[in-house]
């Protein structure tokens, strides 16, 4: 009977059908394949997956680290991963998912640890160059692993971890623009024949704007786009030209017709200029947007020398030989109206880029820039002096700058691309370590840089020694950092003070909304500034507190505590610093971090008081009260307004 009942519970009916064989009871049992299928499905994450391996050697068998089940965790969880892995390829996928899991958890504590260690430092720009990046390559893990991890921490809650999105995105910065300074160097010691001017003008605009989707392939397709457009006209005026008949537009393919070459360029000055719209910049010259080629492809505009690449990129594509030419002033192209080989200026007709393809003679050249100028100018130049001239504008209008974080940024990046392209000119190596110096960062960067120029330029020995001995000085200073001023409210001397940081302010005045980090019991500026700002045309003068707030233009201002009032409809601040003090957003006050409640103990209690009395008030018509944000709630009290 016992074997019979057995014998019965094996057999199992399918549409009222009995199974003549007995159907798999047990998971383990499953093919192969099936069980893969099972253990790739989207509910099961690493941590099932390493439980499910544990429970039998079949499941550990199928959970090996080249198979399947691995291969599909990883592709879950980094997605932005797979491009660099061949598709199908044999890989021992939990050993990468360690690996990468690992990286993100070391490059998470370093992020972390960064405000602890540099928040009591001034702020400036680049402020934490050096050991924290140091830190990030020293895990010596793949560059990808890294930057997976800073974009997935970037990309996290819009309103949350402020303060760890500030720090990743500085190092992500920082370790794009190391790759594309590798890249530049790679770039530069190719034959000069080989040398693009568009790949260059792309490394340029990828170091200046290393957080922007920037690519060589996708500027390339928009020109290839233009060719095509250009090519379609050409089609119209003449179906038979030589052009048309290329598959691909590319810098092989030379037109030898001149009367074909002129049919081309009528086309693209067509295109270009009328179609198209692009212009030169001239109500805005000086804007560093004229000089990415990415934005100049965006905006329609740019400067000579953008606007000279964009062409002679285009013309060469579609078979005209064109060649830079780096006239004073204003950057020129130039197309040989003889045989290859002449040097004659007078055989040259010279391409105005930035007046919408002009064609100038030698002496028309002249009367652009309204002066003489000698034959040389009128020279066909390197995609490297092309370079340098490009990075010689940027760095102009740093140095022009307004002496904020923009233009200090600015003349950082420009003065790192022209010392990588020419890396022994002492005019802008001591540029730089003056730079450095002012703005109290990378002391050790400084010496080195100092240490070149006395070997370049011996006669810089005044100059140097004086930097080396500050310098010196400062590393010094930074061993033994000032302990910051802790600020309570409940001191005799800030009995006065009336708002907190975090609250979200507008000035009477001037009517920008702002976010409070620091304030002063009484002015702090020196005098000079105090006059300049007419503060003693306040009703209470410097004698009042002050707040140090940052605005949503950018900027970070001094502000009087009578002309600041609580913002009757708080919005975020869009200011890059405000990671630096905040961590979170909490839709209408900021929560200050870990390191500014340290300077400012007592102030987190009075702004949630104040945010409950201004923004969390009894509703008309509602029989509830809405509820402040949980933090100390218990302890705070409401500032009277």
């Known amino acids: 009977m016992a074997t019979s009942g057995a014998g019965e519970m094996h057999q199992r009916s399918l549409n009222g059908i009995i199974s003549d064989h007995p159907q798999t009871e047990i998971l383990t049992d499953l093919p192969t394949e099936l069980l893969e299928h099972i253990l790739c499905f989207t509910v099961l994450n690493h941590v099932d997956i390493c439980n499910v391996s544990c429970?039998?050697?079949?499941?550990?068998?199928?959970?090996?680290?080249?198979?399947?089940?691995?291969?599909?965790?990883?592709?879950?969880?980094?997605?932005?991963?797979?491009?660099?892995?061949?598709?199908?390829?044999?890989?021992?996928?939990?050993?990468?998912?360690?690996?990468?899991?690992?990286?993100?958890?070391?490059?998470?504590?370093?992020?972390?640890?960064?405000?602890?260690?540099?928040?009591?430092?001034?702020p400036c720009v680049g402020q934490v160059l050096g050991d924290s990046f140091a830190e990030i390559e020293s895990l010596g893990m793949p560059e990808h692993f890294c930057e997976d991890e800073l974009l997935f921490i970037l990309n996290s809650d819009k309103r949350k971890s402020l303060t760890l999105k500030y720090y990743a995105k500085k190092i992500l910065y920082f370790l794009r623009q190391q790759n594309i300074l590798r890249s530049l160097k790679t770039f530069l010691e190719q034959p000069a024949e080989q040398q693009s001017s568009l790949e260059g003008a792309v490394l340029v605009d990828q170091y200046c704007n290393p957080l922007a989707d920037v690519t060589l392939n996708s500027t390339s397709a928009q020109l290839d786009e233009i060719a095509e457009k250009v090519k379609k006209m050409l089609r119209i005026k003449n179906p038979s030209h030589p052009t048309l008949r290329i598959a691909q537009a590319g810098d092989c393919f030379v037109v030898e017709d001149f009367e074909l070459q002129r049919q081309v360029v009528c086309a693209l000055n067509s295109v270009l200029y009328e179609q198209l719209q692009y212009k030169g910049n001239e109500f805005d010259y000086y804007n560093p947007l004229n000089s990415y080629i990415h934005q100049v492809l965006q905006r329609h505009t740019g400067i000579p020398i953008s606007l000279s690449v964009l062409y002679m990129t285009l013309a060469r594509k579609l078979g005209v030989q064109v060649e830079p030419v780096n006239f004073p002033n204003h950057f020129l192209l130039r197309w040989c109206q003889k045989p290859i080989g002449s040097e004659d200026i007078y055989d040259f007709v010279y391409i105005d880029a930035f007046g919408k393809g002009k064609q100038l003679t030698a002496k028309e050249c002249e009367y652009l820039i309204g002066h003489q100028v000698t034959a040389d100018y009128y020279s066909a130049i390197s995609t490297t002096e092309v370079l340098l001239r490009m990075v010689g504008n940027l760095l102009n209008i740093g140095k022009r700058g307004e002496g904020n974080e923009k233009s200090y940024q600015l003349l950082r990046d420009s003065l790192d691309l022209y010392l990588t392209i020419n890396p022994d000119n002492v005019q802008y190596l001591l540029l730089q370590a003056r730079l450095y110096f002012h703005l109290g960062i990378w002391p050790e960067k400084v010496l080195d840089i100092l240490q070149h120029i006395q070997a370049l330029d011996p006669s810089q020995h005044g100059a140097v020694g004086y930097l080396v001995q500050h310098t010196l000085e400062h590393i010094q200073h930074k061993k033994h950092p000032v302990t910051p001023e802790v600020k309570k409210r409940s001191a005799p001397e800030h009995l006065e003070v009336q708002y907190s940081v975090g609250l979200i302010m507008k000035h009477k005045?001037?009517?920008?909304?702002?976010?409070?980090?620091?304030?002063?019991?009484?002015?702090?500026?020196?005098?000079?500034?105090?006059?300049?700002?007419?503060?003693?045309?306040?009703?209470?003068?410097?004698?009042?507190?002050?707040?140090?707030?940052?605005?949503?233009?950018?900027?970070?201002?001094?502000?009087?505590?009578?002309?600041?009032?609580?913002?009757?409809?708080?919005?975020?601040?869009?200011?890059?610093?405000?990671?630096?003090?905040?961590?979170?957003?909490?839709?209408?006050?900021?929560?200050?971090?870990?390191?500014?409640?340290?300077?400012?103990?007592?102030?987190?209690?009075?702004?949630?008081?104040?945010?409950?009395?201004?923004?969390?008030?009894?509703?008309?018509?509602?029989?509830?009260?809405?509820?402040?944000?949980?933090?100390?709630?218990?302890?705070?009290?409401?500032m009277p307004m």
């Not at 089940?69 to 879950?76: A, C, L, N, S």
Request: with cysteine; net charge neutral.
């Open 55 to 122: 429970c039998c050697k079949r499941l550990h068998d199928v959970c090996h680290g080249r198979g399947k089940v691995w291969g599909h965790q990883y592709k879950i969880r980094w997605p932005r991963l797979q491009m660099f892995y061949r598709q199908n390829e044999c890989c021992d996928w939990l050993r990468e998912y360690k690996t990468r899991h690992r990286v993100g958890i070391q490059i998470r504590r370093t992020v972390e640890s960064i405000s602890k260690r540099f928040f009591t430092e001034v």
């Open 509 to 638: 005045r001037s009517g920008y909304n702002c976010v409070i980090y620091g304030w002063d019991p009484k002015c702090t500026m020196s005098q000079e500034w105090i006059t300049t700002m007419r503060v003693h045309q306040l009703s209470n003068g410097a004698n009042q507190p002050f707040y140090n707030v940052l605005v949503q233009d950018g900027t970070c201002r001094y502000a009087a505590q009578e002309n600041l009032e609580p913002h009757s409809a708080p919005l975020e601040i869009g200011h890059p610093e405000v990671g630096r003090y905040f961590s979170e957003f909490a839709e209408n006050h900021y929560f200050a971090n870990e390191e500014l409640q340290t300077r400012y103990p007592e102030d987190m209690v009075e702004t949630l008081g104040t945010v409950q009395e201004l923004y969390h008030r009894l509703t008309p018509g509602s029989g509830n009260q809405e509820q402040a944000p949980p933090t100390d709630q218990n302890n705070h009290q409401a």
